[in-house]
């Protein structure tokens, strides 16, 4: 396995008290595999990405173990954190503009990929070989002109084309694990599915691992070879894209699906979908039992008092009483 998360928890320290964001999340990722995270707004989805990168804030606790080839993260100190971004895990961020240095050309910024690339497979620094891969990466991002990019500054450059040049970043230091934060929210739609594309691209030239987080479960659909539904820190089902999609167990992934009209085509005529109504609890007041009682049609007294542990069923893992 990969990566494998065991246990994890991520409570934020702040005035109001602790709130428990992640709770207990279990999750392998194998190679090649793209996950997509679903889930609403505030389902914790950064929280486990930042987790993953290890840039969780000072304020957040974390306990549980996350192992990227056997090796812990969560042990290593802050200089061995250093050496593992990058090249063992990198993340793609949601806004363009925050994931590039500002005052260094995009040359200056994929050079410094290239120097750690070679440092850290043992090569020597070679300027030259550098600005090959640098180029070379540019190309197989479709930038006609690499050349020209290399000399621009982020500013000069569209959302578009900075995440693709962070795209070209993880081509050159071709980490093991990609993790992508709303990649592609601040993207008009059509700029939006090539950037999709390139992802999809980079996975299978590196068989790279891609953690895709959405609120867009649509978005997920296309990208994505195994979906994870994420409620108030809870993974609530786990599985295979399409099965996940064709017949959604848990009543919240039917939710999601439901509030897209154009993936019912997608959803068997056996499963008739509700759409739910009302938002995720606060983490300062989270229900008892079953975190999605309160918005689920299929409420039972026992959803109301216990939470349900995340079964496996098949190839599928749901968190309901429905499949106890
Ligand atoms: N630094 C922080 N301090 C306190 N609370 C935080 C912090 N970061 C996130 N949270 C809280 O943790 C919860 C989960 O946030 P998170 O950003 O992980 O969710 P998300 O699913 O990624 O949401 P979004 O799509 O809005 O980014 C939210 O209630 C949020 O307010």
Redesign the pocket.
Known sequence: MLLSIRNLS?S???IYGK?N??DNVDLDIDRGEIVGIV????????????AITRL??P??VVNGSIQIDGKDLLSLSEGEVTKYRGTSVFMVL?NPFTSLNPVKTVGYQLLEAARIKMERSGEKWNEDKGYEMSINALKDLRFPDPDVIMRKYPHQLSGGQIQRVVLAMSLILKPKVLIA??PTSALDVTIQAQVVNLFKELNKKLDISILF???DISLAYVISSRLVV?YA?RIMEDGDVESVIREPSHPYTQKLIAGVPDMSKFVSPDVKLESIPGQPP??MQLPSGCKFNPRCPFVMDVCKQREPELIKMDKRRVRCWLYE
Do not use: C, M, N, W
């Not at 889930?39 to 930042?50: D, I, N, R």
């Open positions: 991520v934020y320290r702040t709130l964001v992640l889930g609403e707004s505030g389902s914790g989805k950064s929280t486990l990405g930042q969780l804030p304020s957040a949601q934060d709303e987080i959405t609120h994420l820190g606060s983490f």
